[in-house]
């Protein structure tokens, strides 16, 4: 199983972080390890700075390569709401040298999903989505503003790399992200639902 982050996929949030908007999709890997499996997450000795960034995630369902975009919603028949955890300090210290960025985004438990939907049964194209901490607000965005679809994602994937059935590919995250404490609690939301409610330690 190959979890797939897209990078930079909403422009406010590109913006945030100071980075250049792409001009087609870039992605990177997480490894299986990398998948939470409850819910408490627990901030790594290695870092001082935290960051969730909460995302859209699709599954793959069948295997697939050199995807057609008009054939690519084939290919999916689930959708769920994830945090991309990322180490930001660590991050920006190997940026800065023009090293590869795994020790900041692909470190244990450093990918959260909820239980996936039928697709059918959500506006996914024009989805809500968002995250509190502590009960505040602090992303909030919609599948409509992401810069690259769903189907584009898989066939820019697919061009270098097999899709297999269970892949996830974490589709991009709103402006708003930030850093997390011991004992803050955060929540995600599709279309004003709760799906998830993480503590952290």
């Known amino acids: 199983m190959k979890i797939f982050c897209i990078g930079r996929n909403y422009a406010e949030h590109a913006k945030e972080l100071n980075n250049d908007i792409p001009s087609e999709p870039m992605f990177f890997l997480k490894p299986d390890t990398a998948l939470m499996r409850n819910d408490l997450f627990v901030i790594p000795p290695f870092s001082n700075e935290i960051h969730f960034e909460v995302e859209v995630v699709i599954k793959i369902s069948k295997v697939g390569k050199m995807i057609q975009p008009q054939f690519a919603h084939r290919y999916y028949e689930e959708v769920g709401l994830g945090i991309d955890f990322t180490a930001r300090d660590v991050q920006t210290e190997l940026k800065a040298q023009r090293f590869p960025w795994e020790k900041a985004k692909a470190f244990d438990n450093s990918a959260y999903v909820s239980k996936f939907f039928p697709k059918e049964s959500l506006p996914i194209d024009n989805l809500s989505f968002g995250l509190k901490k502590n009960d ?21 994937i697919s061009k270098y790399m097999t899709l297999k059935t269970g892949d996830m590919i974490f589709t991009g995250t709103p402006k708003g992200v930030g850093s997390l404490a011991s004992k803050d609690i955060i ?13 952290v330690l």
């Open 187 to 199: 929540k995600g939301y599709l279309n004003d639902t709760q799906v998830f409610e993480l503590k």
């Open 136 to 156: 505040e607000w602090m992303q909030q965005g919609n599948t409509q503003d992401m810069l690259f679809t769903y189907d584009v994602l898989i066939a820019e």
